[in-house]
């Protein structure tokens, strides 16, 4: 099992930027990816960004692209979620995750609690 850690949330204005850090105990060299989902209330859970662990091959969701940068720093075991150019419609809480999958939230089976995000207009 691999125990996570997310911070770096908070309260920005649109436009602006924010980076959420994500820290990795256990048994992290177990994982093939680690995944940044996000979640509002009553809302399914929808996925922001993946990188492999290994390779470093990064995947992203349409609405993030060319806005959120995945990256990770295998000897730190954290991965960062850049995210620029923020609006009110990225507002959530925004959860790290490990596991084999890349996209789909049930391939990831250690989550961390959450750190919230919020984009004043």
């Known amino acids: 099992q691999v125990q996570l850690v997310e911070s770096g949330g908070g309260l920005v204005q649109a436009g602006g930027s924010l980076r959420l850090s994500c820290a990795a105990s256990?048994?992290?060299?177990?994982?093939?990816?680690m995944g940044w989902f996000r979640q509002a209330p009553g809302k399914e859970r929808e996925f922001v960004a993946t990188?492999?662990?290994?390779?470093?091959?990064?995947y992203y969701a349409e609405s993030v692209k060319g806005r959120f940068t995945n990256s990770r720093d295998n000897a730190k075991n954290t991965v960062y979620l850049q995210m620029n150019n923020l609006r009110p419609e990225d507002t959530d809480v925004y959860y790290c995750?490990?596991?084999?999958?890349?996209?789909?939230?049930?391939?990831?089976?250690?989550w961390g609690q959450g750190t919230p995000v919020t984009v004043s207009s």
């Open positions: 995750a490990a596991g084999e999958g890349l996209v789909s939230d049930s391939d990831f089976d250690s």
């Open positions: 256990g048994r992290t060299g177990s994982s093939y990816a």
């Open positions: 990188i492999t662990t290994n390779w470093g091959i990064r």
